[in-house]
């Protein structure tokens, strides 16, 4: 095409700059073509995010897995395996709530697709569709279980039993839920259920035995627990619960004798440590107990029962400063406890720490108003810093509140005397 240009510059020996002159003159060499960019493809991304989350869990690094799910999630909505996945990990890290943020609407969308023949504990005959679901609703009722919503993990563990009558896993699960909820006659009904459908499961057994002690059918408890023992003579569970029976009838020593094997079989047990100590404080082995249930809340730590009774036994000892922290840890997970505002209120009091002893028993006036404890003990703290408008108000709604023959009525009625007079 461009030969002869090229020959004349050839012939004065200027090869390169006929080469440049050609390539001028026929529009430059061929341009390799840009290969197109790939498509965006959320699915892949998402797969490819859900596994590096699951592999960020599996080394620890629980941070960057949290923000990988977050980014499965943004990329596939409502993926079923993505969101079972995130709330397990949830679960894992005390994060119930926000388990239940991301279940719930799964479970109400596929609320009618489960049908009628949904898959039993034995592995019954169902669509892959109706399992997840089910596996979705367990899982639901678990994150609700741990957020303590009882009443909510009774309704969703119900639904599973409206498809699925023949779960024993469902049964036994809203039996223990029932148990929490104190209808103690609904869940033996239920624990008997389980231990039809799944007879070989001990824990069913155990659960019946305190739902029956529960329902003050104590000698069926005792049956039942001897029972399990029967089987299992070193099952510890048995144990803490049939110790914990046997203290409610005034057999202490049988009850500390059954939580002492406890421990000893099931070291890492929390509630075994905890139970061992009360029946420690009842056999006045004040020391042993503090230790047990000081073991109690370090394997528990999210147990609030746990921290508070460790702030009680710190208080009997008359340890008020460090009383502070378990009852403050008590109501940071229980912020509905009935009984820790009031006590931490007064081993506050007792420290001298007089605004913060006001601060939370203020908010527990505010949440609770018809509990009386906790007016008698602000009324101290007033009286304590020559407030005695405010004490006289405090002293006299708990008079209110409380019988005429309440040991501390007459002393409230006293003080509200006295600082009537430095009043005027």
Not at 5 to 21: C, D, E, H, K, M
Not at 169 to 174: E, F, L, S, V
Not at 220 to 230: F, N, Q
Request: glycine letters at 6%.
């Amino acid at each position: 095409m461009c030969k002869g240009i090229t020959n004349q510059w050839w012939n004065l020996g200027g090869a390169v700059f006929a080469i440049a002159l050609c390539v001028t003159a026929c529009g430059g060499p061929p341009q390799p073509v840009a290969e197109p960019e790939p498509a965006f493809d959320p699915e892949a991304e998402g797969a490819s995010a859900l596994s590096s989350a699951v592999a960020a869990q599996g080394a620890g690094q629980f941070s960057e897995a949290d923000s990988q799910y977050q980014r499965a999630l943004e990329l596939r909505p409502a993926h079923f395996e993505t969101v079972m996945q995130y709330s397990q990990f949830l679960l894992e890290q005390k994060r119930p709530v926000d388990a239940v943020d991301l279940l719930g609407p799964l479970v109400t969308q596929h609320r009618d697709t489960a049908g009628d023949g949904a898959g039993n504990d034995a592995g019954g005959a169902a669509d892959d569709d109706s399992i997840d679901i089910m596996a979705a609703r367990h899982l639901l009722a678990d994150a609700q279980v741990q957020a303590k919503d009882f009443e909510a993990a009774d309704e969703t563990l119900s639904a599973v039993i409206d498809v699925d009558g023949e779960s024993a896993t469902a049964y036994g699960k809203r039996g223990a839920v029932r148990i929490e909820r104190e209808q103690f006659s609904e869940a033996v009904a239920d624990l008997r259920r389980a231990m039809e459908l799944d007879p070989e499961n001990s824990a069913y057994r155990i659960d019946l035995a305190r739902a029956l002690a529960g329902a003050d059918q104590v000698s069926e408890s005792i049956a039942e627990l001897r029972g399990v023992m029967a089987h299992e003579p070193e099952n510890p569970q048995a144990m803490v619960v049939l110790g914990t029976v046997l203290r409610s009838q005034g057999d202490r020593k049988a009850a500390l004798d059954y939580h002492s094997k406890a421990v000893e079989l099931a070291p890492d047990d929390a509630a075994a440590h905890f139970e061992l100590g009360v029946s420690q404080n009842y056999m006045r082995r004040n020391q042993e107990a503090e230790a047990s249930i000081k073991r109690a809340t370090e394997l528990g730590p999210d147990n609030a029962l746990y921290w508070y009774a460790y702030g009680e036994v710190l208080r009997a000892q008359q340890r008020f400063e460090e009383a502070i922290t378990p009852y403050r840890q008590a109501l940071s997970l229980d912020p509905g406890h009935e009984k820790a505002p009031n006590k931490l209120g007064m081993v506050l009091l007792y420290a001298e720490k007089y605004a913060e002893a006001e601060e939370v028993l203020l908010a527990r006036v505010e949440r609770a108003s018809e509990d009386p404890d906790p007016y008698f003990t602000l009324g101290e703290v007033y009286d304590k810093q020559d407030k005695f408008r405010e004490a006289v108000d405090a002293y006299q709604k708990f008079v209110e509140l409380v019988p005429r023959n309440h040991p501390n009525a007459n002393k409230a009625r006293q003080r509200v005397r006295v600082l009537k007079r430095k009043i005027r």
